[in-house]
């Protein structure tokens, strides 16, 4: 059996198209009896032989020494971690334009961004042929790069995949899940990488995944959702409610007022964690350590986290520490734990009615990092109004390709019930044996 | 924004500072939408109900302490860190 993965052939994609964060030096297990497959993992996923730096350099050098859960499981399963895929410093990002190891860049235009945080992810889904890549979403960082890079990502419920292994986010909020080429990849691999370990309590209440169910028969699409969209965006999902309508899914517009309060709960909450979470990078325990030891403590805490630290990570400390300080915590970190409790409130009145929601993935197509360049912060967490919703909610949803403009893809997101993963794959399994997914022309 | 930072561990420029805080502004500026919403009362930390998970402490090495001995500053088998004060 001739192995058509090599180090050399993933180096020449990747100097091309950078969608490692670090590749496997040896791949001969590929050749090995029983039959193996390749997959890669965000580098927030921990992997034995791999750093794992989460696109930041203050996780520079950090080797685990033991596998997350997912890692293990897909290694179990006589799969190849090929390579840690790039992203932006944990997770911090729409466009993957935040790493300290490069930018990814949109394998159908080297000029656009492959999209965030798990760029390098989808990026090389799209790039290599029977690719499947563990990645991470918090507030749309599996559905925004595949609907960029035209892949399949799929974000189950939150809890449904074990954390262990994982470098936190916002805990409340992170998830691992799947980029793919196919939903007979999806199908295969949610089942490995899904169930309860012991090591992640969040994981331990679920109840037991199925792949088949029900045919869904009606979406519901939140009106609120259909603005501010780039008319191609909109176009393309036009088109796609018609195709989905010939197979017998009926669409209804619906209102969902809350929505209007999901992307600034979202901030609010993920910040905040976040800031927690990177309490821990202090130049002790992990990765680069901090300079003169007989400084003061906070003077060394401080003196490597400000050297370290990219600016996205410092906006976002800053911004989760206001947001927790003593007067502002009712008025922003309560509220938005009760606006979450709101939106699930609403998600799921709205399912009772229709299976699934569904809405565009982003509001347009890959944007030019010339582009990119030239938006505010603000205007950048604002383009993940319609990914942050589901994420904030915990509930499952998937990102399927659905149109081009010119050559760029188009995504659509559908939304389901907590624990319903099973609704999404039917949708998917139907829309793909109509709809056909486009990969782009590589050369390495 | 300098007593923030000062919480946060982060030592900021002048340059940083005048950044940061017009981003923050912009960005607490658009939260304030919050305080439009209902208020339901509900402030559950996870989106799915979770329960305790409790399993009798069992003793296990899994983990080469060795390992992460020699991933940290140490010095004659002891963490070296700054001083507390």
């Not at chain 1, 003061?296 to 805490?301: C, R, V």
Request: charged share 25%; proline share 6%.
């Amino acid at each position: 059996m001739t192995c058509l993965i090599s180090t050399e052939k993933l180096t020449a994609l990747n100097d091309k198209y950078r969608p490692f964060a670090e590749i496997a030096q040896d791949l001969k297990e590929m050749n090995e009896y029983p039959p193996k497959f390749h997959f890669s993992a965000k580098d927030n996923i921990c992997a034995t032989g791999f750093q794992a730096r989460a696109g930041s350099k203050i996780l520079e050098g950090y080797r685990p020494p033991f596998d997350a859960t997912v890692v293990r499981k897909m290694r179990e399963a006589n799969g190849i971690l090929i390579g840690k895929t790039n992203m932006d410093e944990f997770g911090f990002g729409t466009f993957c334009t935040n790493s300290a190891f490069g930018i990814p860049l949109n394998p159908y235009d080297l000029e656009r961004t492959c999209g965030g945080s798990s760029g390098g992810a989808a990026a090389i889904t799209a790039l290599l042929d029977k690719h499947v890549a563990l990645a991470e979403s918090t507030g749309g960082s599996i559905s925004c790069p595949a609907s960029f890079c035209g892949v399949i990502g799929f974000t189950p419920t939150y809890g449904r995949v074990s954390r262990y292994g994982l470098i936190d986010y916002a805990n409340s909020l992170d998830k691992i899940g799947l980029v793919t080429r196919s939903v007979a990849d999806l199908k295969r691999f949610l089942p490995v990488i899904s169930g309860p370990d012991r090591r992640d309590p969040t994981s331990c209440v679920q109840p037991e995944l199925r792949l088949d169910g029900p045919k869904v028969k009606s979406v519901a699409i939140p009106e609120e959702a259909l603005q501010n969209l780039d008319p191609a965006v909109l176009r393309a999902f036009e088109t796609a409610l018609d195709k989905l309508s010939e197979m017998g899914i009926e669409a209804h517009r619906v209102s969902m007022p809350s929505l209007g309060f999901a992307l600034a709960a979202y901030y609010v909450l993920a910040t905040s964690e976040a800031s927690t979470n990177l309490a821990r990078y202090k130049g002790m325990l992990f990765g680069v350590r901090g300079g003169k030891i007989d400084q003061s403590f906070n003077d060394y805490f401080s003196e490597v986290r400000s050297a370290n630290f990219g600016k996205e990570a410092k906006r976002r400390v800053l911004l989760g520490t206001y947001t927790r300080m003593v007067g502002f915590r009712d008025r922003y970190y309560l509220k938005a734990l009760a606006v979450r409790q709101l939106i699930i409130k609403e998600y799921q009145g709205l399912m009772e009615k229709d299976d699934l929601i569904i809405t565009p993935t982003m509001p347009f197509i890959a944007p030019r990092f010339t582009e990119i360049a030239k938006m505010k912060p603000l205007e950048i967490y604002q383009a993940d109004f319609l990914t942050v919703p589901p994420n904030l909610t915990g509930m499952p949803h998937i990102s399927l390709p659905c149109g081009y403009e010119d050559k760029m893809p188009i995504g659509m997101q559908l939304v389901a019930p907590h624990w319903e993963e099973r609704r999404l794959l039917d949708v998917a399994e139907r829309w793909c044996d109509d709809f056909k997914i486009r990969f782009p022309e590589v050369s390495g | 924004m300098k007593s923030v930072a000062r919480n946060a561990r982060l030592k900021l420029t002048e340059a940083e500072i005048r950044e940061f805080a017009k981003d923050l502004e912009d960005v607490l500026s658009y939260f304030s939408i919050l305080d439009k919403a209902p208020d339901t009362g509900k402030h559950d930390f996870n989106s799915v109900p979770v329960s305790n998970v409790l399993r009798e402490d069992e003793v296990s090495r899994e983990i080469n302490a060795e390992m992460l001995r020699d991933s940290m500053d140490t010095y004659q088998d002891m963490v070296r860190g700054p001083k507390l004060t």
